[in-house]
């Protein structure tokens, strides 16, 4: 026997290994048809899985838990992040989770969470949904091996949106876990047409930054309002070795940007706490920089600006403080045998804020002075939002303000160009039809 | 890159701005690119550096063809294919040479070209004049540029005979 025939009867193996894999995974669904739903019981024993969950609820830190039942969360990207968010999300009890992925498993993907090495080969989506439904059946699990930035696959996309809704109604929540701009643009064009909610998710190349960001079209800024938001990551972009690597990856920064998506995904299902518009991570100096980013009055998206308008609308109708201060539950223990009292801690909040600044101001605004010239026309739409640890003007009139721009944070790059081309160097008016043009073409 | 400046001012740029959704203006954008790309063969031909031909399917959203590069008088040959994405032009096509899939590490899954940290930014600044010329000039001329010779060198592409029958 050649070494070619062993290699070919591996490559059977193989194929037989995933084709099983596949079989065994397609039998599940079926049996979950039978399979009814649990009830979210909150009785606290050890064969309850929901009972630390619902345990938030006789807390008083969520109103009503099982709602989480009612909700259906698409995921797109079942990668480093978007595999973790997904299982979070299970383990939580979420309705309906509908994943997009068009890649598959490699061993390549072993150093982040969630998959296994057996699992290598099957789709993201096979996979990720084998595993999920042996965590928790009760939540239903909708696949999707596709590419959403195809023209073609882009329509069944939108559908999904609007009818994947546990009742046939629309989606709750997008979340984007893809790893590249043209999905997280494509995911933007979705959710500006169709007026969804979504939070964008980010890892940066080097592995050592992240981010959550909540797109609410129309509110705040959507992915085509400005160039992405990113953290500084304090690394000169010069000293960075790029030779024959493309991206690094840890599971501890997919790990921790998971957790902040699904967090705030948690509060803005289930009305809890407060959302972050934008919530960055550096790990390399365990720094949190947020900020909120305003549509831009010029976006290129037609759909952002028609939601800017409804927006508009819809705050002198409705002039409802959306912040307005909810009455504090006030606590009173019966007793206080050892005299415990709670410190006001807003004072060191601020404190470590500002030590943090100070260690990453120095790069972030080395990096925005390069592109400063080319700045002027995204100036408008930045305005640092009201939170207790940044305290920043909210209107940013000039350059020097916007440099000022929440420490730790930058634009990937400069914004569009707007100046006017050149006439002589744009394409001539023809009359030649594309036919003609493809025949020219071919010829050539 | 100097070279690249050069022959990035001969490729004429576009001016409409519409993707394969907006059913309306795609056509007048399909004829702006096929009239880019036209000049810009023409170019290379003029420069002794023709490399690359492309063609589309009739809706213009599916594109292939050839790209060459010499290398010690030899010439390697490469199929480039890519799609028209759904957001374009307001992002790149992302260039995929399916034979190199797997063979080097500047490669994303499936065949796509990992383009340099610039090309991003400056595809970004020129939306929508910007067209599939450019990406090709801009993208993978130097990728290959790069990483053709790379991969020749450590025997991952080897020299095939003009006509491929076995």
Known sequence: MSLE???????????????????????????????????????????????????????????????????????????????????????????????????????????????????AGLSKVTAASMTLTRINPDVKIETYNTNITLTTQFEEFLRVLQTGGISGNRVDLVLSCVDNYEARMTIN???????????????SENAVCGHIQYIVPGESACFACAPPLVVASEIDEKTLKK?????????????????????????K???FGTISWYLGYNALADFFPSMMIKPNPNCTDSFCLKRQEEFKNRVIEEPVCKNEELPEDKVIHKDNEWGISLADDSIVVNQSIVTDKSTVADNSTAVLLDNSSELNNTIELVSTSITKNVSKNTSIKNEEEYLSLNDGLEFAYS?????????ETLVKDTDLTVDDLRAQMALL | MEGTKSILKTIPLLKTKAGPRDVDLWP????????????????????????????????????????WVFQNQ?????????DIPVTYPTTAPEIVLPELDGKTAKMYRGGKICLSDHFKPLWARNVPKFGISHALALGLGPWLAVEIPELIVRGVVKYKEKDDDK
């Open chain 1, 269 to 271: 299902l289930l009305h």
């Open chain 1, 5 to 119: 025939d062993v290699e070919n009867i591996k490559k059977h193996i193989e194929h037989f290994k995933k084709t099983l894999m596949e079989l065994t995974e397609t039998q599940s669904p079926k049996e979950s048809v039978e399979h009814k739903i649990r009830e979210m019981s909150a009785e606290v024993v050890d064969s309850n899985p929901y009972s630390r969950l619902m345990a938030l609820q006789r807390m008083g830190i969520v109103k009503n838990y099982e709602d989480i039942r009612k909700f259906t969360v698409v995921i797109v990207g079942v990668g480093g992040v978007g595999s973790v968010t997904a299982e979070m999300l299970t383990r939580c009890g979420i309705g309906k989770l509908i994943l997009f992925d068009y890649d598959k498993v490699e061993l390549a993907n072993m150093n982040r969470l969630f998959y296994q090495p057996a699992q």
């Open chain 1, 415 to 423: 914004s569009a160009d707007k100046t006017a081309t050149n006439e």
């Open chain 2, 74 to 82: 030899l010439k390697y040959e490469f199929d480039i294919e890519f």
């Open chain 1, 243 to 267: 030779d024959g690597v493309c991206a690094a990856s840890l599971p501890t920064t997919m790990g921790v940007v998971a957790g902040l998506l699904v967090q705030n995904t948690l509060k």
């Open chain 2, 28 to 67: 007048q954008r399909l004829k702006e690119e096929y009239q880019s790309l036209i000049q810009s063969v023409k170019n290379n031909k003029d420069n002794d550096n023709d490399w690359f031909r492309l063609e589309s399917n009739k809706e213009g959203t599916k594109w292939f063809g050839k790209c």
């Open chain 1, 189 to 203: 064009t979705a959710c500006n047409e169709l007026a969804l909610e979504w939070f964008e998710s980010g890892v």
